[in-house]
Every structure is written in structure tokens, then in C-alpha cells.
């Protein structure tokens, strides 16, 4: 159980595009998600808290307008990165938050690349 | 406000010793702790928790670790390590549970045969 999944798992695009990322859970219901960057070689980094039905919070620092969130339902939050530039270049970690276990689940990560 | 602090952003054991990796934390009020391990390209897995109940707490893979508030520590270890242990360990707090999780810098374990 406690399964949460990503998609997609890498992806590679052109500077100025936008790309969506995906986070489920799969096997259980989250009222909140988290969005994590992750550079190479060091720790995550919290992006924004993501709640069901309700807008982002976003941590400091954090570009709200470039980094869409989206909770529609109790297993889907997105993340849309908006006119991508190469220093958004990073791995991106989603986390979905069982109530009942009171524990973060994570996804396996995006890799994304911007040419 | 809280924080942790992984000493040793690598550690190296041979196969069959101890593993130890160390976490400070620093918070206001009593804390939850966690470890997650993550293997290369993957997301976070998580090992065990400490949220005030037993002060020893146990994880999978035979993983464990002590909450040591005169000492503020919460190192993991494990008495025989692997070569499947090897990857980089996160300790993380938090004030609430499981939200706002704040991550240590990680360390890097590896393993010699």
C-alpha cells in the first residue's frame, strides 16, 4: 500500500514551453500533496504544499506563476512548469500524505530537462 | 523554527559492519523525525519515524534508530550492513506530523564488498 506515482518519469524540452507533471496516489485518498526540486547531489527542497479543492501554498522563494499547481481531486496534483528556462532544469519529487498513517509517501521523481 | 543537521555527507562500511549515520535536529517543541532512504534516480522511501511514542524505533530492513532528546540526535543504524544498502539516507523534522517536512543535506552510504 501507500503508493504514489509520478509520470511522467523523465522529460526533455524546449526553452519556453511549458511542461505539466503528474502525482497520484494510488492507493489511497490525500487531501494534500507536496511538491519537492531536488538538485544533483543534495536535499529536497519544499516548492509548495498542495491542498484539495484550495490554492497552493507556495514556500518562499517559490514562483507561483511559474510553478501552476493543481489539486482537482483527492488523487491528482499537477505541476506545471511555465515557460520553461534550462535553471529549471532539476528533479521534481512529489509526496502525497496518508492522514491515517499520518505519513508522506513519495513518488519516484521527474527528471526535467530544458534545452 | 527547526532544523537537522546530517554529519557526514558520506560514509563508507564494509560488508557486514555496522552502519551509523548521524542526525542532529534542533526544534522548539518536540519534534517528529524521520528517515528516508534514496536509491539512485528514485523518489524517497520511507524507513522509520519517531513521533513520541518508543524512544527506539524500528524500521524495515532491520533499520532502527533512537531518539535522544538530552543529546537532540536521532542516528540510524543498522548492526550488519549490505551491499543493497547502499544509497543516499535523508533524516527530516517536522513540527506537525507529516506536513512541512525539512530535510537534512543526506548522507551518501556505500558499501565495500
Known amino acids: 500500500g501507500a503508493v504514489v506515482s509520478q509520470h511522467p518519469s523523465w522529460v526533455i524540452c524546449k526553452s519556453g514551453t511549458s511542461v505539466k507533471i503528474e502525482c497520484r496516489s494510488l492507493?489511497?485518498?490525500?487531501?494534500?500533496m507536496f511538491w519537492y526540486r531536488q538538485f544533483p547531489k543534495q536535499s529536497l527542497m519544499l516548492m509548495a504544499t498542495s491542498n484539495e479543492g484550495s490554492k497552493a501554498t507556495y514556500e518562499q522563494g517559490v514562483e507561483k506563476d511559474k510553478f501552476l499547481i493543481n489539486h482537482a481531486s483527492l488523487t491528482l496534483s499537477t505541476l506545471t512548469v511555465t515557460s520553461a528556462h534550462p535553471e529549471d532544469s532539476s528533479f521534481y519529487i512529489c509526496?502525497?500524505?496518508?492522514?491515517?498513517?499520518?505519513?508522506?509517501?513519495f513518488g519516484p521523481g521527474t527528471r526535467l530537462t530544458v534545452l | 523554527a527547526q532544523s537537522v543537521t546530517q554529519l557526514g555527507s558520506h560514509v563508507s562500511v564494509s560488508e557486514g559492519a555496522l552502519v551509523l549515520l548521524r542526525c542532529n535536529y534542533s526544534?522548539?517543541?518536540?519534534?517528529?523525525l524521520f528517515w528516508y532512504v534514496q536509491y539512485p534516480n528514485q523518489g524517497l522511501q520511507l524507513l522509520l519515524k519517531?513521533?513520541?511514542?518508543?524512544?527506539l524505533v524500528k524500521g524495515i530492513n532491520d533499520f532502527e534508530a533512537e531518539f535522544k532528546k538530552s543529546e537532540t540526535s536521532f542516528h540510524l543504524t543498522k548492526p550488519s550492513a549490505h551491499m543493497s544498502d547502499a544509497a543516499e539516507y535523508f533524516c527530516a523534522v517536522s513540527l506537525t506530523g507529516a506536513n512541512n517536512l525539512f530535510f537534512g543535506t543526506g548522507t551518501r552510504l556505500t558499501v565495500i564488498p
Open positions: 519517531y513521533t513520541s511514542a518508543a524512544t
Open positions: 492507493d489511497f485518498q490525500a487531501t494534500t
Open positions: 526544534s522548539s517543541v518536540p519534534p517528529y
Open positions: 509526496s502525497a500524505r496518508n492522514s491515517i498513517t499520518d505519513t508522506q509517501y
